[in-house]
């Protein structure tokens, strides 16, 4: 049964267009995930120092957490362009080979949701990531002929919420891989404020801290549950932002002072009163709650 959840981490493309205002634009301005950053920043400094492109390098953890963003950065911080798809974009080599002649050296090719990738492609990208080498097959049949084509030297940077699926040579053709956790409150409490900011929405300190620890450690969250208590603020109180206004904002949403929803409450009591507790496999509580399995895998 679909249901638009506000603490769903994904992210649809009329938010996405939203946040994109709110972005980070360098590293020094990239809250939270420091070890990440502080890694990164050396990695980049090498890449400048010694004028190589940056190794390949894989982003893993939930959704949400700024995967996207951070890529984003990585290029603007190396002077480099970037360009966006994604795994089920991907169906077949042609699909890909666009993407791997139009870049130039030191180029980032950005591929989300990279363990969706089909084989075929997943095999094509290895000469490619290894060598800067493809063999592209111009015919099918007893005619087809494979041609070799030299490629610039470019960035993959892939991003995934499920490295598990990914294979063990496409993992292993990234120089880099970093995982991302989910944020502390206090981090999130510096992007609500900086978001608000950005949108001139008067909020104190407390009224931050009130959206930030609803937000489930995930920035994406955070600035959902922002752009809602706004409109709030703005038509049943004064404008500001206070920890009375988000608290009544996000209950008339459905959210408690947990951060969990009627999905989450229907989920544990369905635990609690059929399953006398649990244990339960995830494919049960799907039937029993009319959601999909990779609902309550991914956001919940």
Same mark, same amino acid.
């Given at each position: 049964?679909?249901?638009?959840?506000?603490?769903?981490?994904?992210?649809?493309?009329?938010? &996405?267009?939203?946040?994109?205002?709110?972005?980070?634009?360098?590293?020094?301005?990239?809250?939270?995930?420091?070890?990440?950053?502080?890694?990164?920043?050396?990695?980049?400094?090498?890449?400048?120092?010694?004028?190589?492109?940056?190794?390949?390098? *894989?982003?893993?953890?939930?959704?949400?957490?700024?995967?996207?963003?951070?890529?984003?950065?990585?290029?603007?911080?190396?002077?480099?362009?970037?360009?966006?798809?994604?795994?089920?974009?991907?169906?077949?080599?042609?699909?890909?080979?666009?993407?791997?002649?139009?870049? &130039?050296?030191?180029?980032?090719?950005?591929?989300?949701?990279?363990?969706?990738?089909?084989?075929?492609?997943?095999?094509?990208?290895?000469?490619?990531?290894?060598?800067?080498?493809?063999?592209?097959?111009?015919? &099918?049949?007893?005619?087809?002929?494979?041609?070799?084509?030299?490629?610039?030297?470019?960035?993959?940077?892939?991003?995934?919420?499920?490295?598990?699926?990914?294979?063990?040579?496409?993992?292993?053709?990234?120089?880099?891989?970093?995982?991302?956790?989910?944020?502390?409150?206090?981090?999130?409490?510096?992007?609500?404020?900086?978001?608000?900011?950005?949108?001139?929405?008067?909020?104190?300190?407390?009224?931050?801290?009130?959206?930030?620890?609803?937000?489930?450690?995930?920035?994406?969250?955070?600035?959902?549950?922002?752009?809602?208590?706004?409109?709030?603020?703005?038509?049943?109180?004064?404008?500001?932002?206070?920890?009375?206004?988000?608290?009544?904002?996000?209950? *008339?949403?459905?959210?408690?002072?947990?951060?969990?929803?009627?999905?989450?409450?229907?989920?544990?009591?369905?635990?609690?009163?059929?399953?006398?507790?649990?244990?339960?496999?995830?494919?049960?509580?799907?039937?029993?709650?009319?959601?999909?399995?990779?609902?309550?895998?991914?956001?919940?």
């Amino acid at each position: 049964m679909a249901r638009e959840r506000l603490i769903d981490p994904a992210g649809s493309g009329e938010e &996405k267009d939203f946040n994109w205002g709110l972005r980070p634009k360098n590293l020094d301005e990239y809250t939270g995930q420091r070890e990440t950053v502080e890694r990164l920043k050396i990695a980049i400094d090498a890449s400048k120092l010694r004028s190589e492109p940056l190794d390949h390098l *894989l982003l893993h953890g939930p959704p949400g957490l700024g995967k996207t963003t951070l890529a984003y950065i990585i290029a603007e911080e190396l002077g480099r362009d970037i360009a966006l798809t994604s795994g089920p974009a991907l169906e077949r080599p042609g699909d890909v080979m666009g993407f791997l002649v139009n870049a &130039k050296e030191g180029d980032i090719i950005f591929i989300d949701e990279i363990h969706r990738l089909p084989r075929i492609v997943e095999e094509f990208l290895y000469s490619a990531m290894e060598d800067f080498l493809v063999n592209f097959t111009l015919d &099918k049949g007893m005619y087809s002929k494979p041609l070799p084509i030299r490629l610039e030297k470019f960035t993959i940077i892939g991003a995934t919420t499920r490295p598990a699926m990914l294979t063990r040579p496409l993992r292993d053709r990234f120089g880099l891989q970093q995982h991302f956790d989910f944020y502390t409150t206090k981090d999130l409490e510096s992007i609500v404020r900086r978001s608000a900011y950005i949108l001139d929405t008067p909020i104190d300190a407390e009224g931050a801290h009130a959206i930030a620890r609803r937000s489930r450690g995930t920035p994406r969250i955070a600035n959902r549950l922002l752009r809602r208590v706004r409109d709030f603020a703005l038509v049943r109180a004064d404008g500001d932002i206070t920890p009375e206004v988000a608290a009544a904002g996000m209950k *008339l949403e459905g959210i408690d002072d947990l951060g969990l929803d009627r999905l989450d409450h229907a989920m544990m009591n369905v635990i609690k009163d059929v399953y006398n507790g649990g244990p339960v496999g995830i494919e049960a509580l799907a039937a029993t709650l009319n959601e999909e399995s990779d609902t309550l895998v991914d956001v919940v």
